[in-house]
């Protein structure tokens, strides 16, 4: 009908006021908006009075001030609280102290009356309280009707307590509660289909859903009150479930749907997980089939749900539940048919089998798919320790390098750790789980990542053979080794991580002896340079080959019997390779790793060589030659500074090997190696600074000198040092260069300045103690009297600086 407006109830206890009531508060609404209207109108009829009466006459005395319009109405500020939130919690709080006061009565007062007098008051009480919603709802207060109802269930309850306490003491706790709460869950589903059935009311959100909560306990304490046992109990609440799941799937009641799915939800679950334990602490094929009749039934209540699920989301949750309960139940009854190693692959096996079995609706086969997920997920964790212990229970060979080969490949691996128990089918579980990643995805998105990982578990398998079966400890070099070369050969990412996980693992696996340390090292050496000359992921498999070079160098030099130190010089031969490698290759990825691993090796000789001064300076020198040749290429100028840097270190290691303590020995060479590089600089770009291209070189010999000089007694190095600074000075001033000027200048004042301290000294001891402040006193009242051409000498000397290069 046109103008209808639906009246929609809101949830909660919002209270919607009646028909005449709303038009009240429609009609006091619309008279405001007419008085706001007429005095709109007013003002308005004088604006244009006003402006009509300027026009006829322009110019007139100033016209009276008349009356404007009333200011503005400022707005109240808005209510911090609705006006049904209110009265919600208003009738919340009252219902809450009724019952408090009931249970107060019911506890502390009931003593006090005889049993005819309880039961009239207990019972009168109730009876109006439940009685109460019926008139409150026809005069459509929802609202209270909800509260008083709340309070009637509440005394519902202690009336079954005073019931117990004062009719039937003696009777059985467990028996009295299961009746009490089978009495109650129908006396309320009872009272709310009666409230809902009376003409003209609509229905109570409260009394069916409490009616569904009181109905979780009913079959559980009566299965406690038979005497049953956990299985008993366990299939109490299943059947709680199943009943929580057929009122969720056909209740229309918002509120009991909700209620209904959350007490399935929880009764399921808790059901389900009770019986995986009994099926798990099973000792025998008895007990095990009794768990797997109650997982059994767990999955056809959640196929049963399945089928009848308005939504696909929840059809293929349960749908995957139900499958899991399967899965449990029948890999619990084979696993104690069978040995403890086959335990896993049991229930692998079944979860696998979920694939093949999955016909039917999209919704259950999606939900038997990720069951089957699930499993296999289940079965790779279980199978992760003993590949960690595989691929890195090897590091600790570190601390015991060529202290004999262990008996077997387990032995080798788990030296400082612990194998898992069981383990000696986990290649057959990675291998299986791989098998089905590889085949089962068939979807091309998923494709790539599936055939990903499946690698990556066969190689996981692979790895971990050897220590599952204790294989002996050449055949778990072997096969190691062998994994290696066969993830090499495919150039793909994560074939060639793989492999350098393999290899790593390789590696530290020989070092329980030194043959099989040379011989691993040197294969690695070899395999991995000819996967770079192939181009299989050449950065990564150059810089591994030059690494492992590396290591069978030292592992070289210390089977000879060599020192660190001689070991150092054979450790070079690494980046020099690296060098020549470099220049040969077109892919700067591949460049710049061989580079890199060339300059870790050459810190490695330099590491070795520390504790000989004479070896060291030589190797210092020899990685300075080949930084040099390094910079002879074009894109490494930058290798020239590494160069100077390293022949600089080489010359002062030498020095202090010498015992050479005179600072210019070691600052010169610098100066003149940073100098030289300054004139080329300038050569190339006339427009460099001199602080740029000169300060670092002369800064690096001047200040050094200058502060030994400070304190020489001797006179021959501030000689020395004056006569170097005024001649630097000199030089320039000829040439405008700033940073000559200013660094001479500066070191010949202070240098001047340490040669006259003495006397300085001494005419400061014979003064008086008035003189100095005598004399800076004066000197103040110069340079104030002067000031202004102070100030104009220092702006001259600035603009000559800044003229300067």
């Not at 870790?600 to 080949?626: E, F, K, R, T």
Request: aromatic share 6%; proline share 7%; hydrophobic share 55%.
């Amino acid at each position: 009908m046109p103008g209808h407006v639906t009246r929609a109830t809101l949830p909660g206890m919002t209270h919607i006021p009646p028909p005449a009531d709303e038009l009240r508060l429609l009609d006091a609404e619309l008279w405001q908006l007419d008085a706001r209207r007429a005095q709109l109108l007013t003002r308005r009829a004088w604006l244009v009075a006003a402006l009509q009466h300027a026009a006829a006459h322009p110019v007139q005395p100033a016209a009276p001030v008349l009356p404007g319009p009333p200011a503005p109405r400022v707005p109240a500020a808005p209510p911090e609280a609705t006006a049904p939130g209110v009265q919600n919690v208003l009738l919340l709080l009252g219902g809450i102290l009724l019952t408090v006061a009931a249970m107060v009565f019911t506890l502390v007062s009931w003593g006090h009356l005889g049993i005819v007098g309880r039961s009239a008051v207990l019972g009168a009480v109730t009876s109006a309280v439940l009685a109460a919603p019926v008139p409150l709802l026809r005069r459509r207060l929802r609202s209270t009707a909800e509260a008083v109802a709340g309070l009637g269930l509440a005394l519902t309850l202690l009336d079954a307590y005073a019931l117990h306490e004062a009719a039937f003491p003696a009777a059985d706790g467990t028996t009295y509660a299961a009746l009490a709460f089978t009495a109650l869950a129908a006396l309320w589903a009872v009272y709310g289909t009666a409230l809902a059935g009376l003409p003209g009311s609509a229905a109570l959100r409260l009394p069916r859903p409490a009616a569904v909560t009181a109905a979780q306990l009913v079959l559980p304490l009566w299965s406690v009150a038979a005497g049953g046992g956990p299985r008993t109990i366990t299939v109490a609440v299943l059947l709680t479930a199943a009943f929580d799941a057929t009122v969720a799937l056909r209740a229309s009641e918002r509120a009991v749907r909700v209620v209904a799915v959350v007490c399935a939800a929880g009764t399921g679950g808790w059901a389900v997980l009770t019986a995986g334990l009994l099926s798990v602490d099973a000792s025998g094929p008895g007990d095990a089939a009794r768990a797997a009749a109650l997982l059994a039934l767990a999955a056809v209540i959640a196929l049963a749900v399945t089928r009848f699920a308005p939504g696909t989301g929840l059809a293929t949750g349960t749908a995957a539940a139900g499958a899991l309960c399967a899965v449990v139940g029948l890999g619990g009854v084979l696993r104690v048919s069978l040995p403890g190693d086959w335990a896993v692959p049991a229930y692998l096996a079944c979860g696998i089998a979920l694939l093949a079995g999955s016909r039917g609706p999209e919704a259950v086969r999606r939900g038997f798919f990720r069951a089957s997920g699930a499993v296999q997920a289940g079965a790779v964790l279980w199978s992760v320790p003993a590949v960690g212990v595989a691929l890195l229970g090897p590091v600790s060979w570190l601390g015991r390098v060529w202290s004999g080969a262990p008996a077997d490949a387990r032995a080798a691996a788990a030296t400082d750790a612990f194998w898992p128990p069981y383990a000696v089918t986990v290649p057959l579980v990675l291998l299986a789980v791989a098998a089905v990643t590889a085949t089962a995805v068939r979807d091309e998105e998923w494709r790539a990542q599936a055939r990903t990982a499946a690698s990556a578990l066969t190689w996981a398998a692979v790895l971990v053979t050897p220590a599952a079966l204790q294989l002996p400890y050449v055949v778990g070099l072997s096969v190691q080794g062998a994994l290696t070369v066969a993830l090499l050969a495919p150039a793909s990412r994560t074939a060639t991580a793989l492999a350098l996980g393999s290899s790593l693992g390789l590696t530290f696996l020989s070092l329980a002896a030194e043959p099989a340390t040379l011989a691993v090292l040197g294969s690695l050496t070899v395999v991995c340079a000819a996967a770079a000359w192939r181009g299989r992921s050449a950065p990564v498999t150059a810089a591994a080959s030059l690494g492992y070079a590396t290591a069978l160098a030292c592992a070289a030099g210390a089977a000879a019997g060599w020192r660190p130190e001689h070991i150092a010089l054979l450790v070079l031969v690494v980046p020099a390779v690296a060098a020549l490698v470099a220049a040969r290759t077109g892919d700067a990825a591949t460049t710049l790793a061989v580079e890199a691993t060339g300059a870790v090796a050459g810190l490695v000789a330099i590491g070795l060589a520390v504790s000989d001064l004479p070896l060291l300076a030589l190797v210092l020198s020899l990685c300075a030659v080949i930084a040099a040749g390094t910079a002879v290429r074009p894109d490494r100028r930058v290798a020239a500074h590494v160069a100077a840097v390293l022949f600089v270190l080489a010359s002062w290691v030498r020095l202090a090997d010498w015992r050479v303590d005179t600072p210019e020995a070691y600052t010169l060479p610098v100066t003149v190696l940073a100098l030289l590089a300054g004139v080329l600089r300038r050569r190339t770009d006339p427009r460099t600074s001199s602080w740029t291209a000169y300060g670092p070189g002369l800064a690096a010999t001047l200040l050094p000198s200058l502060a030994v000089a400070w304190y020489d007694p001797e006179w021959i190095r501030p000689l020395l040092l004056g006569a170097a600074a005024l001649a630097l000075t000199l030089s320039g001033a000829r040439r405008r260069l700033r940073a000559p000027l200013v660094l001479g200048g500066a070191v010949l004042t202070l240098d001047a300045l340490r040669q006259l301290a003495p006397y300085l000294a001494q005419v400061g001891d014979a003064l008086p103690r008035w003189v100095p402040p005598a004399l800076a006193g004066l000197l103040l009242l110069a340079l104030g009297a002067t000031y202004e051409q102070r100030l104009r000498d220092v702006r001259r000397v600035r603009e000559v600086l800044d003229r300067m290069h």
